[in-house]
């Protein structure tokens, strides 16, 4: 059995569309289902049903991913090894949202970039979600954090810790408004308050609102700036309310350079997963990274 076959029809079978398999494999669309098309005449099956968005594996197309999809993947981890100057030390390429990556998963993950003969090279790219499952399906990374659960069977998630949202503001704030008008009239006694935001879009305080209020916000930006960290700083300096993950805010709190504006019985949560393309925990290196990671987040929840 010809091994291209086999690459295209695991990459189909992972991504659950020709035209998504061809983009990976670099190939056209004609081509991956040509390939497929020889694949079954040869097989003397059908491995998949054709729909109208993507294709559904049948249960030989199951049967047969299951066997040769690992085979394949230690055959390019072999392969990658072989082109790296130093073949015991591989490369992991980790993506996700800057905050939690520069606060919580490199502290965690450069525990492991040690010459311990296990050990690997580490890379980091920020971005939104999108951007990082988008690059992890497309290969340009191996692990991808996210708030976001992928869906299809090209990506693989697994649930890692969630975050509690605290609404915070400058102490002067709190003083300004009052504790017992804001434990009275909830959201409106804060909408003369200026925001500090990541996006235009308010996608943190839209979220908080909409969760313990049953509202949307007001007020508009004031300061909008795209790290969480910054929005921190601009929240301690006094330049407005802000909604921010308890992990990244929690010194602050202690300290009393920021104070919590409302504690609601039920904070909203928001969760992050782990994930990576189907099939690559059988490379160590990206296993490796992924356990450690599930063992350090028993300590962040």
């Given at each position: 059995?010809?091994?291209?076959l086999?690459?295209?029809?695991?990459?189909v079978?992972?991504?659950?569309?020709?035209?998504?398999?061809?983009?990976?494999?670099g190939?056209?669309q004609?081509?991956?289902?040509?390939q497929?098309?020889?694949?079954?005449?040869q097989?003397?099956?059908?491995?998949?049903l054709?729909?109208?968005?993507?294709?559904?594996?049948?249960?030989?197309?199951?049967?047969l991913a299951?066997?040769a999809?690992?085979?394949?993947?230690?055959?390019?981890?072999?392969?990658?090894?072989?082109?790296?100057?130093d073949?015991s030390l591989r490369?992991?390429?980790?993506?996700?949202p800057p905050?939690?990556?520069?606060?919580?998963?490199?502290?965690?993950?450069t525990?492991?970039?040690g010459?311990?003969?296990?050990?690997?090279?580490l890379?980091?790219?920020?971005g939104?979600a999108e951007?990082?499952?988008?690059?992890?399906?497309?290969?340009?990374?191996?692990?991808?954090?996210?708030?976001?659960?992928?869906?299809?069977?090209?990506?693989?998630?697994?649930?890692?810790?969630?975050?509690?949202?605290?609404?915070?503001?400058?102490?002067?704030w709190?003083?300004?408004?009052?504790?017992?008008a804001?434990?009275?009239k909830g959201?409106?006694?804060?909408?003369?308050?200026?925001?500090?935001?990541?996006?235009?879009?308010?996608?943190?305080?839209?979220?908080?609102?909409a969760?313990?209020?049953?509202?949307r916000?007001?007020?508009?930006?004031t300061?909008i700036?795209?790290?969480?960290?910054?929005?921190?700083?601009?929240?301690?300096?006094?330049?407005g309310?802000?909604v921010l993950?308890?992990y990244?805010?929690?010194?602050a709190?202690?300290?009393?350079?920021?104070a919590?504006?409302?504690?609601?019985?039920?904070p909203?949560?928001?969760?992050?997963?782990?994930v990576?393309?189907?099939?690559?925990?059988?490379?160590?290196?990206?296993?490796?990274?992924h356990?450690?990671?599930?063992?350090?987040?028993?300590?962040?929840?």
């Amino acid at each position: 059995m010809d091994l291209a076959l086999l690459r295209t029809f695991v990459t189909v079978h992972r991504a659950g569309s020709f035209t998504r398999a061809a983009a990976l494999l670099g190939l056209s669309q004609p081509a991956v289902t040509s390939q497929i098309r020889t694949l079954e005449r040869q097989l003397g099956k059908p491995l998949f049903l054709r729909q109208a968005r993507g294709v559904t594996p049948t249960t030989i197309g199951d049967e047969l991913a299951h066997k040769a999809a690992p085979h394949l993947d230690a055959l390019v981890e072999i392969a990658e090894s072989g082109l790296d100057d130093d073949s015991s030390l591989r490369t992991l390429h980790l993506a996700g949202p800057p905050e939690f990556i520069a606060e919580r998963a490199l502290p965690a993950l450069t525990e492991l970039t040690g010459d311990d003969g296990q050990g690997f090279a580490l890379r980091a790219s920020f971005g939104t979600a999108e951007e990082a499952l988008e690059g992890l399906a497309s290969g340009h990374h191996d692990l991808a954090i996210s708030t976001a659960r992928p869906r299809g069977a090209l990506l693989t998630a697994t649930p890692l810790c969630d975050e509690e949202h605290v609404l915070v503001a400058a102490p002067r704030w709190l003083e300004r408004i009052g504790a017992e008008a804001l434990r009275l009239k909830g959201a409106p006694a804060l909408e003369d308050l200026p925001v500090v935001e990541v996006h235009e879009s308010l996608p943190f305080v839209s979220r908080y609102w909409a969760s313990v209020f049953d509202s949307r916000p007001a007020a508009s930006g004031t300061v909008i700036v795209p790290d969480l960290r910054a929005v921190l700083a601009c929240a301690i300096a006094g330049a407005g309310l802000a909604v921010l993950p308890r992990y990244l805010c929690a010194l602050a709190l202690a300290d009393g350079t920021i104070a919590t504006l409302h504690d609601p019985p039920v904070p909203p949560l928001r969760t992050y997963f782990l994930v990576v393309r189907t099939g690559t925990l059988a490379m160590p290196h990206i296993a490796r990274a992924h356990e450690w990671l599930q063992r350090a987040a028993t300590a962040w929840c």
